[in-house]
């Protein structure tokens, strides 16, 4: 394609969303090599970001500017390449989550560098939506959201809990401390259930390297924060039958994840490349097909709009950092690192992505108090 046409097909397109290409709004871009248009048309979100990376544009209001794209739904309107068709092709023909293939992206994310989380996230190191209902910084709002999870899961004394996808053990660590419970957690990341362990020492809590699906045992609550997103359309049901396995007859569930308003087989090329290889977000229909016949949905609360907060929380203490972080992390780094964050942020003020906190039963238990929020 011509370098004019493509150009002037670009500039239509992100007219349709309020954005000019070199315009004087701080969600304009500004582009520095013409071979954008081009790489856009044929890679589509792969590459935008890709060229991203790699310095040919920028844009002041990053978040704003993904918010614009996905609000007009850019997407649809940009065919892409061969590539990105099979991408989504091997998606809908292969489970890409087995065992084999789940370790990626703990290697390829979760174990990236404890310093780096460190400086980004909250004290407790929660890697998951924070809650701002009567929060005004990150600590408070990741506390609201930790005693959210235990009050949503009547967390008492001694109560023993499962955690699926136990991150650095944040809130097995609040559910010990703040309400006496006892709590395993596992996850396939090395470096998070190392760190993990040394922080939760002298506390009742048990932090495993291992895959949710080999948890055996029954507790009286079973609970993840951020694991869904990893799990895949294929296993789904997989995940449910583990949480029915674990859960005593009159036990609480509790699911914390990102959801989308459209039911997919795949996360977006670039995403899938660059930051969760595997990872996807679920419907309310894969979610509701998953749990049918094993539980009973008691309560579901959609707070998207604090995952941009929280996200934009993130990027200031990452940039904020990143003076003492660039000497282990280079300069294509930090701009794919500064686009994800920000792009994802623009997810959610679109409200084309969710964040759900879904309380279950089992068939015949009383109905727990579960809506505190």
């Not at 081009?38 to 978040?63: I, P």
């Not at 590539?83 to 084999?100: A, C, T």
């Not at 310093?115 to 407790?124: N, P």
């Not at 964050?341 to 959610?348: E, Q, V």
């Amino acid at each position: 394609m011509a370098k004019q046409t493509a150009e002037l097909i670009v500039r239509n397109l992100f007219s349709e969303a309020d954005i000019e290409i070199n315009g004087n709004q701080p969600w304009d871009i500004q582009v520095h090599d013409n071979r954008l248009y081009n790489r856009v048309l044929r890679d589509a979100a792969l590459g935008l970001g890709e060229s991203y990376m790699d310095g040919w544009w920028d844009c002041d209001a990053l978040d704003e500017f993904i918010a614009k794209i996905q609000r007009a739904d850019l997407e649809k309107k940009v065919r892409g390449s061969w590539w990105i068709k099979l991408h989504y092709l091997r998606s809908m023909l292969f489970n890409l989550q087995i065992r084999s293939r789940s370790h990626r992206v703990a290697k390829q994310h979760y174990d990236l560098g404890n310093d780096l989380y460190r400086a980004m996230l909250d004290e407790r190191l929660n890697y998951t939506c924070a809650y701002w209902k009567n929060a005004d910084n990150l600590n408070d709002a990741q506390e609201a959201k930790l005693d959210l999870v235990c009050k949503k899961i009547n967390a008492k004394p001694e109560m023993r809990i499962l955690e699926l996808g136990c991150g650095w053990g944040s809130f097995a660590k609040y559910a010990a401390e703040k309400y006496g419970a006892h709590v395993v957690g596992v996850n396939i990341s090395k470096e998070q259930v190392e760190l993990g362990k040394e922080l939760c020492k002298g506390l009742p809590v048990e932090l495993r390297l291992q895959d949710y699906r080999d948890v055996s045992d029954t507790y009286d609550a079973v609970v993840s924060i951020g694991i869904m997103e990893h799990v895949g359309y294929r296993n789904y049901r997989t995940y449910m039958k583990v949480v029915d396995r674990c859960l005593k007859k009159d036990g609480i569930a509790f699911v914390h994840t990102i959801g989308g308003n459209k039911s997919v087989t795949t996360t977006n090329p670039w995403t899938e490349k660059y930051i969760f290889p595997g990872g996807m977000l679920p419907s309310i229909s894969q979610l509701g097909s998953a749990m049918e016949g094993l539980f009973v949905m008691e309560d579901w609360h959609n707070f998207g709009p604090d995952y941009d907060k929280t996200l934009m929380a993130w990027h200031s203490n990452f940039e904020n950092a990143w003076d003492d972080l660039k000497h282990n992390y280079d300069e294509r780094f930090y701009r794919m690192w500064r686009f994800y964050l920000l792009s994802s942020a623009g997810g959610f003020r679109a409200r084309n992505t969710q964040l759900w906190q879904i309380v279950m039963t089992k068939p015949g238990t009383p109905q727990p108090c579960c809506r505190v929020n």
